[in-house]
């Protein structure tokens, strides 16, 4: 396969529904009103010289490069500047244009390094192309003259280099930081001949606030702005286009490769969800794939604390699938069960399903969207009939009003941000509602219109609160409600909140909240035009995780605003595929398309697919079998790409559990926290080897596609089948476009779904004889359960509560640089901004305990304790606390409790009360541990 090449426009395409027509090079063509004439002449071929422009941000028209003639026009305009107008006619190749761009060129190379066979864009720079495409043969100036070739490079950024030497000040970098990423890192600083593009305040790249998205690299049309990699290995050869595989925003990557050797990620223009734009994990952060931490080969231990033996595939299979009949016909037929991964594929998580269905017999099976979005499930399930988000993200483009509740999006879905902040610049309004000042709130030419900065633990009682303003001041959509609503459910509802009890004064009380600040935010959503919600884990992390998606699902259905573009409740999902792990039936008491296994008529079209008989009881949830573990009823477990022990909540009591089974079976990329308790390691596979789908957030159905070899030989898929068959099952599948197809055959959802229309497109499901196509707007005509259900959101106050002895709150979130446990991004360089997890507290806190900034903590719960040190920052309010857990040295879930949220098991994360005081330093198994990091860390540079 050759490399892709994607067309540039020159300038982004017009949205205007008018068409003009107009003349170019004796060319009639007819494009939308507003499209330049540099877009338009590119539409038909003829690529007009340019250097400041490129279609991914506004005109600029400071190169002159891109200079045409208009009949009946005087002078030479800028094409990209320059829109079309009916009956326009343009020339764009003439002697008098020739000569100009040619004595532009030649002051731009006048003052560049022409090191041309040496540098790493050559053959790939863009002012080289142009050199030749304008006809540069000479250059008169330069000699005895000062120039800016003297500049000194900066190499601080870990993934790329910034050589002013090189910069001809095109501001192409300087757009795209400030229109596609939002942060306005970077400047051009100075006037003149002394102009140049400065991060910041002239600091280095990495002191400054560059969040290294690499919109900057990839806009730069010389090699000013190279990615490290690229010097390193040279120009690739050829490309393949796939799907990322950290959040669950699932952008499309062309993966850049010379051999079976990465060169570079590049953002695809043509990807749905992320339209060309990229975050630092995905962009950059994939060199874990070839750390020296990766397992390659199968291990196999008799007891825990045994060493490791390396084995065939064939014995570690034979092994596992020996052990697993054993505890059955010891224990019993549900003594074993299985984990799916959100890493994974959804066939590859449909694989491990059906094996613990099929081949164990039992519904023992679960994914980490029990710890994340089990509510999101149950929630949207019971209020509209589906368990997934209503729109796709180009509809944020359309939103007048946003609520930002329990999310981040500017680091755990840093490319979604963008988009928002976008839209915000725009004129959009924003609500935030969350314990923290996240940058949304304020940053650079945002700010959000109201702040909503509640007690953590309060979200329904502030949610219900926002339904009551709308209720009592007569805001509600009744049309809507009367054309698409239960008219029962929401009588009871209205009446329910409109209790006084349900007032922004008397919640005030309970949430911190201003009274004020929360009749405010209702009455901009709910008359402020088109009004969506996103969320995230700072929602359904909660005992009452469930009753907020309800009481977020309420306010849509109140207000009018599901069905149509720009509106919505929308789920953000933490890892890339937690959407398709759920889809594809990775909990206990659902299959595939989340219909329940005790339905008959559901059941028996699987036992005839499959030609078995399937249990109808619902299987054990991650939570019971820890429990039944304990107990002596729960014996192995085959754990696909999850590490339980360092992601699931109240560390010692996983730690006991697994110690209690005879039977872990760990498939990973890395000897991860939960393999310490493991009796087989399987080497798994990353994204960049193997094919397969993955489901993002808005639905989208995306190929994944190899790019080398595996290195343990296997994909996962293959290592499941290859189980399953060790089990006397055999299931035949030679490529997963065959296990997709028995997805289709299977789940509804899921019908129109091939791997033929995949390469040609992406598909948000459901896709089916009535949504052929896809579909990217739920509910336009009706929801998916007939009429919308308002749920009676009654507040409960958790039982973790503070006192004395625990005065504070503690809440947990994540960090741009950093991906869920960190097991990926801690072995890449990305350890750069972010080397150690660390407690945010109010410096009013601080003082009180006689700590200061950067000093070490002892941070202590009802459940545990852990040490790690302290950052003073009023992004926190006075008794709540904060920090992230992507580093197992922290031990952030050895502090947090089993408390749950009522309906799925979720765990309360987000509330745990603590106390913090000082301390000497990190325990001693800390520092052992850190020893250890460090040490690798210093193997694989050496290596």
């Excluded at 925003?249 to 695809?268: D, H, I, N, S």
């Excluded at 201003?514 to 901009?524: H, M, Q, S």
């Excluded at 014996?635 to 022990?645: A, F």
């Excluded at 926190?876 to 879930?893: D, E, K, L, R, S």
Aim: proline share 5%; net charge negative; charged share 25%.
């Amino acid at each position: 396969m050759s490399l892709v090449h994607e067309t540039d426009y020159g300038t982004p395409a017009s949205k205007s529904e008018r068409s003009v027509t107009l003349t170019i090079d004796g060319r009639a063509l007819t494009v939308p009103e507003g499209t330049s004439i540099m877009r338009a002449a590119m539409e038909i071929g003829t690529e007009i010289p340019k250097l400041c422009a490129t279609d991914m941000v506004d005109a600029f028209g400071s190169c002159r490069l891109c200079i045409v003639e208009i009949e009946g026009r005087n002078g030479t305009p800028s094409s990209c500047t320059t829109p079309v107008a009916e009956g326009l006619v343009v020339h764009t190749q003439t002697e008098r244009l020739k000569k100009l761009r040619r004595g532009v060129m030649e002051l731009y190379i006048s003052d560049h390094p022409l090191d041309c066979l040496t540098c790493a864009a050559n053959g790939n720079c863009e002012l080289q192309t142009q050199a030749g495409k304008v006809g540069l043969r000479d250059v008169r100036f330069g000699s005895g003259v000062e120039t800016h070739l003297d500049l000194k490079k900066d190499t601080s950024n870990p993934y790329f280099t910034y050589d002013a030497s090189k910069c001809i000040v095109c501001s192409r970098c300087v757009r795209a930081c400030a229109e596609v990423q939002g942060t306005f890192a970077l400047t051009i600083s100075g006037r003149g001949f002394d102009s140049r593009v400065s991060p910041g305040m002239n600091e280095p790249f990495l002191q400054s606030e560059c969040v290294s998205c690499g919109a900057c690299v990839q806009a730069c049309p010389t090699a000013t702005l190279s990615e490290k990699t690229l010097i390193d290995i040279g120009q690739p050869e050829r490309s393949v286009v796939t799907t990322c595989a950290y959040c669950g925003v699932g952008c499309t990557f062309k993966a850049e490769m010379r051999g079976e050797e990465l060169v570079r990620m590049v953002p695809y223009k043509a990807g749905e969800a992320n339209r060309g734009h990229s975050c630092v994990k995905g962009r950059f952060a994939w060199g874990y794939a070839q750390h020296q931490d990766r397992i390659t080969k199968p291990m196999i231990r008799s007891r825990i604390d045994e060493p490791w033996r390396e084995v065939s595939w064939e014995e570690a299979l034979t092994h596992t699938a020996s052990e697993f009949r054993r505890i059955q016909a010891t224990y019993g037929k549900r003594s074993i069960g299985g984990i799916t991964s959100s890493r994974c594929t959804n066939e590859e998580t449909f694989l491990v399903q059906k094996l613990i269905r099929a081949g164990f017999g039992n519904n023992n099976v679960d994914t980490c969207a029990r710890v994340c979005h089990s509510p999101t499930g149950y929630g949207l399930k019971v209020a509209f009939g589906t368990s997934a988000g209503t729109q796709d993200f180009d509809s944020v483009e359309d939103s007048d009003v946003v609520i930002v509740i329990g999310a981040n999006p500017t680091d755990g879905h840093p490319v979604f941000g963008s988009r928002l902040k976008k839209r915000l610049r725009q004129g959009a309004k924003l609500i935030v509602i969350d314990p923290r000042r996240i940058d949304l709130v304020k940053s650079a030419h945002i700010e959000a219109a109201h702040h909503l900065a509640l007690r953590p633990g309060t979200n329904v009682a502030v949610l219900t609160s926002l339904a009551h303003v709308i209720v009592t001041e007569g805001l509600a959509n009744e049309a809507f409600i009367r054309e698409r609503c239960d008219l029962d459910a929401h009588a009871a509802w209205a009446e329910f909140v409109a209790d006084p009890r349900h007032s922004p004064e008397e919640v005030e009380k309970i949430s911190g909240v201003p009274a004020e600040e929360i009749r405010g935010a209702a009455r901009l959503y709910a008359k402020g035009g088109n009004g969506a919600i996103y969320y995230g884990l700072g929602v359904t992390e909660h005992s009452q995780g469930t009753t907020s998606v309800m009481a977020i699902a309420n306010l849509a259905m109140a207000t009018g605003n599901i069905g149509r573009r720009g509106v919505g409740v929308n789920p953000l999902r933490g890892q890339n595929n937690v959407q398709g792990s759920c889809d594809m039936g990775s909990f206990p008491h659902e299959f595939s398309g989340y219909r329940h296994v005790s339905d008959d008529a559901v059941r028996g079209l699987f036992e005839d697919l499959w030609g078995v008989t399937l249990d109808a009881e619902p299987g054990l949830r991650i939570p019971n079998m820890f429990d039944a573990a304990l107990e002596g009823t729960f014996k192995g477990m085959y754990i696909q790409g999850e590490d339980l022990l360092q992601s699931d909540p109240n560390t010692a009591h996983v730690a006991a559990a697994l110690a209690a089974m005879e039977c872990i079976v760990v498939q990973d990329l890395f000897l991860n926290e939960t393999a310490n308790y493991a009796h087989v390691f399987l080497p798994g596979a990353t994204f960049l080897e193997k094919d397969g789908t993955f489901t993002n957030a808005e639905r989208r159905i995306q190929r994944v596609r190899k790019v080398m070899t595996p290195k343990s030989g296997k994909a996962d898929w293959e290592i499941t089948r290859d189980l399953a068959a060790a089990m006397g099952i055999d299931w035949g599948y030679t490529h997963p476009s065959e296990i997709m197809d028995e997805i289709g055959r299977s789940t509804p959802s899921f019908a129109g779904v091939t791997y033929e229309r995949l390469e040609r497109e992406t598909l948000q499901w459901p896709v089916t004889p009535k949504a052929p196509d896809g579909t990217p707007i739920m509910h336009i005509d009706g929801f998916v359960r007939g009429r919308g259900n308002f749920m009676i959101t009654d507040y409960v106050p958790t039982t973790e509560k503070t006192g004395p002895r625990f005065p504070l709150l503690l809440t947990t979130g994540r960090i741009l640089s950093q991906y869920n446990v960190g097991a990926q991004t801690r072995r890449t360089a990305n350890v750069a901004w972010h080397a150690e997890d660390v407690l945010e507290m109010h410096p009013a806190d601080a003082e009180n305990r006689g700590v200061r900034d950067g000093d070490w903590v002892r941070i202590q719960s009802r459940a545990g304790e852990t040490t790690l040190r302290v950052t003073l920052t009023d992004r926190v309010a006075p008794g709540v606390v904060y920090t992230t857990f992507h580093h197992p040295m922290t031990q952030a879930n050895v502090i947090t409790t089993e408390n749950s949220d009522w309906a799925t098991n979720c765990p309360e994360y987000k509330v745990t009360a603590v106390q913090v005081m000082p301390s000497n330093g990190p325990t001693r198994w800390q520092e052992d541990y850190a020893a250890q990091a460090v040490k690798s860390r210093r193997i694989a540079a050496a290596e």
